[in-house]
């Protein structure tokens, strides 16, 4: 893959075969975007590091719009991630999203969008980190890609094996509750990658800014498969 304009294209290309990621509808009217920039002034006096505090805060965010369920997040650059130091590098903190988050409750079920196989699966146990992930393997048109769900349910883990096959349209987990989806308010973080770079069950999510072109290249817009109107419209641009 040469670059994920190649890829943007392909799966835009293919944007009327994509089963639903979510058992919800993202393109409902209780669906709202939500924003974790610094200019979010709702979190600016909260504790992050609380994560019933961050959760109640996340409600109320959807609660004022009258939503139930929050997405957004690609390429956003966001403060959140300095509540947790699994985000800092030696010279400059990750805070540019590449995936994006749907922020719904835990036990919803997650689905995969294509034919796929495990590419590989772990708990990244750590403070503010994926907690259970799921990696799959898809191939289009002879292109070989990987998503990536993040912040599952440990129960979702029982029973994989790197190769696995799921249909598209399986269920493959369900968003996971805190603390064991890695300490988050109830979301799933949905990624598409290109690349995964010899990586095992786990990808980088946040990257820093100076990244940011790299990582635009291994990880392009999920609304491509995700398809939902309340985010930016990717297939003017794919």
């Not at 994920?4 to 669906?31: E, G, Q, W």
Request: aromatic share 10%; proline share 5%; net charge negative.
């Amino acid at each position: 893959m040469e670059n994920t304009l190649d890829l943007s294209s392909l799966l835009s290309r293919h944007r009327h075969t994509f089963a639903p990621v979510l058992d919800t509808d993202l393109n409902a009217d209780c669906v709202c975007t939500l924003d974790f920039t610094a200019s979010c002034v709702q979190l600016q006096d909260v504790d992050l590091q609380d994560t019933d505090a961050f959760n109640q805060a996340v409600l109320q965010m959807m609660q004022e719009q009258r939503a139930t369920v929050g997405v957004g997040g690609y390429l956003e650059d966001r403060f959140i991630y300095r509540r947790s130091r699994h985000f800092d590098v030696a010279t400059e903190s990750r805070n540019l999203h590449l995936g994006v988050d749907v922020w719904l409750p835990a036990g919803t079920a997650v689905f995969t969008p294509l034919d796929a196989i495990v590419h590989s699966f772990q708990d990244n146990d750590n403070f503010g980190d994926y907690g259970p992930t799921i990696i799959l393997q898809h191939e289009l048109e002879g292109v070989t890609f990987y998503t990536l769900y993040g912040h599952l349910s440990r129960t979702s883990l029982k029973g994989l094996h790197d190769g696995k096959r799921f249909a598209k349209g399986e269920k493959i987990a369900e968003v996971g509750p805190y603390p064991e989806n890695g300490h988050w308010p109830p979301h799933l973080h949905f990624q598409i990658i290109a690349d995964m770079s010899g990586k095992y069950g786990d990808f980088p999510g946040v990257a820093t800014t100076s990244e940011r072109a790299k990582y635009e290249q291994l990880c392009p817009d999920p609304n491509l498969i995700l398809q939902c109107r309340h985010l930016p419209d990717t297939f003017k641009t794919a």
